[in-house]
């Protein structure tokens, strides 16, 4: 049927399991041992692949890089005390910093952090209200089409780095432009370097990586480091990422105006849905792997905590990125006892190596980006969508609006063409006219199946979505309609896929059966489920003495009664 359920989840989302750290491991001494050994490897591992990740996501947000490793700390430290997926890494993300940096430019990064902070709010406002569907709220084309888009910006974004040149434009046409004319000023140290570290990162990623026993980023890193020492790359000209300053967790809110705090709470809604939707995706896909069950709405509480808490300390917002996700994942990380570890080894290396991070080349950490993100430059997500029809050409539209408009306006359209698909979908008068199939009880759809027989004078006609007030005025429309050119004398109306009703659609189902009646007909409701039951009896609408509208379990029951077979029961 053509509908589409809001409250709909995938059914994995629809069943819980609790936290992985409340559940001790299965076995005996000697099998925990092992499993906490392995968790532990895991999160060094994790460590080495988040240390380097959450610098660069540091340069794509623009700010220093203590705060996008003061969000991966916090991520860390609180996903696995409210969440429910076992290999989720709440920490930051290309998207995410990439959004930050568009709300900064508008207001600095206290217009980033409250930004932060707001989206936090509503994320625990979703967890409370149990609005877990939200996900389903960004069409996957729009995801992809955005999230391609995205990731091809940030990249072109690093190139001015690996020139060594200081750009001016931030959409992705003007930067190219100016990248290209400005040839002749680039500072060929820097692209040698940039060039070298990117080809180092890939030829390690696709030939290398099995023997490996770092991370491939955090080995080129370090490279990076030890080359800016022995050649002092400094004093080449090379600019170097500089000093990290050890950043205290204290709590206060941005110090912003009242117009900025009302234009960061604009954008915060769609972050929100880029955040879940992306995050979603991520744990559901590794979860559908191992049989695990989730709940959307203690995954919203974990990222609506995490953000709140980022927001106040002034770190950058965080997501369950596929990314980290995976690495954890490919590590042996099979509990939250992989981020505990994490966490702390995290905080070890941030305390020791934070002098070396300094003496890091911007030309490397560019390349390092640009390597993380190169497995999603080709468009095939986008390409598989468009050869699948339908709405995909909604991911083109999304991709379109990020290149042109930007990566703030982007996202916002981005949600925008979610949220009206979902009301177009919602909105369209979809209603399908029965008959009986011959020998049967049953009775289908007579455009698919016109083998079946109607019941003479009588329409029956079934709504192939829940009725609700955007969409109940142009349904009952199209019922007026068909029962007028049939001069039907009775007409049955079929509610099955209706589970409620609002006070909108109440009311017009009222008027639809005063209508019908002025006209001679007699309107009868078939398949009425109990909750929209008890709103038409509040209503009034089933008082056999003001000539009510009867209602039945079964259209045959209320055919027969059409056809004055059985006399319906007064409500």
């Given at each position: 049927?053509?509908?589409?359920?809001?409250?709909?989840?995938?059914?994995?989302?629809?069943?819980?399991?609790?936290?992985?750290?409340?559940?001790?491991?299965?076995?005996?001494?000697?099998?925990?041992?092992?499993?906490?050994?392995?968790?532990?490897?895991?999160?060094?591992?994790?460590?080495?692949?988040?240390?380097?990740?959450?610098?660069?996501?540091?340069?794509?947000?623009?700010?220093?890089?203590?705060?996008?490793?003061?969000?991966?700390?916090?991520?860390?430290?609180?996903?696995?005390?409210?969440?429910?997926?076992?290999?989720?890494?709440?920490?930051?993300?290309?998207?995410?910093?990439?959004?930050?940096?568009?709300?900064?430019?508008?207001?600095?990064?206290?217009?980033?952090?409250?930004?932060?902070?707001?989206?936090?709010?509503?994320?625990?406002?979703?967890?409370?209200?149990?609005?877990?569907?939200?996900?389903?709220?960004?069409?996957?084309?729009?995801?992809?089409?955005?999230?391609?888009?995205?990731?091809?910006?940030?990249?072109?974004?690093?190139?001015?780095?690996?020139?060594?040149?200081?750009?001016?434009?931030?959409?992705?046409?003007?930067?190219?432009?100016?990248?290209?004319?400005?040839?002749?000023?680039?500072?060929?140290?820097s692209v040698a370097l940039g060039a070298g570290s990117l080809g180092l990162w890939l030829a390690?990623?696709?030939?290398?990586?099995?023997?490996?026993?770092?991370?491939?980023?955090?080995?080129?890193?370090?490279?990076?480091?030890?080359?800016?020492?022995?050649?002092?790359?400094?004093?080449?000209?090379?600019?170097?990422?500089?000093?990290?300053?050890?950043?205290?967790?204290?709590?206060?809110?941005?110090?912003?105006?009242?117009?900025?705090?009302?234009?960061?709470?604009?954008?915060?809604?769609?972050?929100?849905?880029?955040?879940?939707?992306?995050?979603?995706?991520?744990?559901?896909?590794?979860?559908?792997?191992?049989?695990?069950?989730?709940?959307?709405?203690?995954?919203?509480?974990?990222?609506?905590?995490?953000n709140l808490a980022c927001g106040l300390v002034q770190g950058l917002p965080v997501g369950a990125?596929?990314?980290?996700?995976?690495?954890?994942?490919?590590?042996?990380?099979?509990?939250?006892?992989?981020?505990?570890?994490?966490?702390?080894?995290?905080?070890?290396?941030?305390?020791?190596?934070?002098?070396?991070?300094?003496?890091?080349?911007?030309?490397?950490?560019?390349?390092?980006?640009?390597?993380?993100?190169?497995?999603?430059?080709?468009?095939?997500?986008?390409?598989?969508?468009?050869?699948?029809?339908?709405?995909?050409?909604?991911?083109?539209?999304?991709?379109?609006?990020?290149?042109?408009?930007?990566?703030?306006?982007?996202?916002?359209?981005?949600?925008?063409?979610?949220?009206?698909?979902?009301?177009?979908?919602?909105?369209?008068?979809?209603?399908?006219?029965?008959?009986?199939?011959?020998?049967?009880?049953?009775?289908?759809?007579?455009?698919?199946?016109?083998?079946?027989?109607?019941?003479?004078?009588?329409?029956?006609?079934?709504?192939?979505?829940?009725?609700?007030?955007?969409?109940?005025?142009?349904?009952?429309?199209?019922?007026?309609?068909?029962?007028?050119?049939?001069?039907?004398?009775?007409?049955?109306?079929?509610?099955?896929?209706?589970?409620?009703?609002?006070?909108?659609?109440?009311?017009?189902?009222?008027?639809?059966?005063?209508?019908?009646?002025?006209?001679?007909?007699?309107?009868?409701?078939?398949?009425?489920?109990?909750?929209?039951?008890?709103?038409?009896?509040?209503?009034?609408?089933?008082?056999?003495?003001?000539?009510?509208?009867?209602?039945?379990?079964?259209?045959?029951?209320?055919?027969?009664?059409?056809?004055?077979?059985?006399?319906?029961?007064?409500?």
């Amino acid at each position: 049927m053509g509908f589409y359920r809001a409250g709909a989840l995938p059914e994995p989302a629809t069943q819980t399991i609790s936290a992985p750290l409340a559940a001790a491991p299965p076995g005996d001494v000697a099998s925990q041992r092992a499993f906490y050994g392995r968790e532990l490897l895991a999160g060094i591992s994790l460590a080495g692949v988040l240390l380097p990740e959450s610098v660069a996501y540091a340069s794509i947000a623009g700010v220093e890089p203590m705060h996008a490793l003061l969000a991966a700390l916090i991520g860390l430290c609180i996903y696995p005390f409210l969440g429910t997926s076992r290999f989720a890494v709440v920490a930051p993300t290309s998207s995410a910093a990439a959004v930050f940096a568009s709300a900064a430019a508008l207001g600095g990064p206290p217009m980033g952090y409250a930004l932060v902070g707001l989206t936090g709010l509503l994320f625990l406002l979703a967890a409370g209200l149990k609005a877990g569907f939200l996900g389903a709220f960004i069409s996957r084309p729009v995801l992809r089409g955005f999230a391609w888009a995205l990731g091809l910006t940030i990249v072109l974004k690093q190139l001015p780095h690996i020139a060594g040149l200081a750009v001016q434009s931030s959409k992705a046409g003007p930067l190219i432009w100016e990248l290209l004319s400005q040839a002749a000023l680039w500072h060929w140290p820097s692209v040698a370097l940039g060039a070298g570290s990117l080809g180092l990162w890939l030829a390690l990623q696709l030939g290398l990586r099995r023997w490996l026993l770092l991370p491939t980023s955090l080995l080129v890193l370090t490279l990076g480091v030890v080359l800016s020492v022995v050649f002092d790359v400094g004093a080449q000209g090379v600019v170097l990422v500089g000093g990290i300053s050890w950043q205290p967790l204290v709590w206060h809110l941005p110090a912003l105006g009242s117009q900025d705090w009302l234009q960061a709470a604009q954008l915060a809604p769609a972050l929100l849905l880029i955040l879940f939707a992306e995050s979603w995706g991520s744990v559901r896909a590794l979860a559908l792997q191992h049989g695990d069950r989730l709940n959307a709405n203690r995954e919203l509480l974990a990222l609506g905590a995490a953000n709140l808490a980022c927001g106040l300390v002034q770190g950058l917002p965080v997501g369950a990125g596929f990314s980290a996700a995976s690495a954890n994942h490919s590590a042996g990380g099979r509990s939250q006892w992989a981020g505990v570890a994490a966490a702390l080894a995290l905080g070890l290396l941030l305390w020791l190596a934070r002098p070396w991070l300094a003496l890091l080349p911007l030309p490397v950490l560019a390349a390092v980006v640009v390597g993380i993100l190169s497995h999603g430059l080709w468009p095939r997500a986008v390409l598989v969508s468009l050869r699948l029809g339908g709405d995909a050409w909604l991911a083109l539209v999304a991709a379109g609006g990020v290149f042109v408009f930007g990566v703030l306006p982007g996202m916002l359209l981005a949600v925008t063409l979610s949220l009206l698909l979902a009301l177009r979908r919602f909105a369209q008068p979809l209603v399908a006219e029965l008959g009986l199939l011959p020998g049967t009880r049953d009775y289908l759809d007579r455009q698919y199946h016109p083998q079946t027989v109607t019941v003479p004078g009588t329409l029956i006609m079934r709504p192939e979505e829940p009725l609700f007030f955007a969409n109940a005025e142009q349904i009952f429309h199209v019922v007026r309609q068909r029962a007028d050119a049939m001069q039907a004398k009775v007409v049955v109306l079929s509610l099955e896929v209706c589970d409620d009703l609002d006070c909108t659609a109440v009311e017009m189902l009222a008027e639809l059966a005063a209508s019908l009646e002025r006209h001679g007909t007699r309107l009868l409701l078939a398949r009425v489920k109990d909750r929209p039951r008890q709103a038409l009896i509040r209503l009034g609408l089933t008082h056999a003495a003001v000539g009510g509208v009867a209602l039945f379990w079964s259209v045959d029951d209320a055919a027969q009664a059409a056809a004055g077979v059985t006399t319906p029961a007064a409500e």
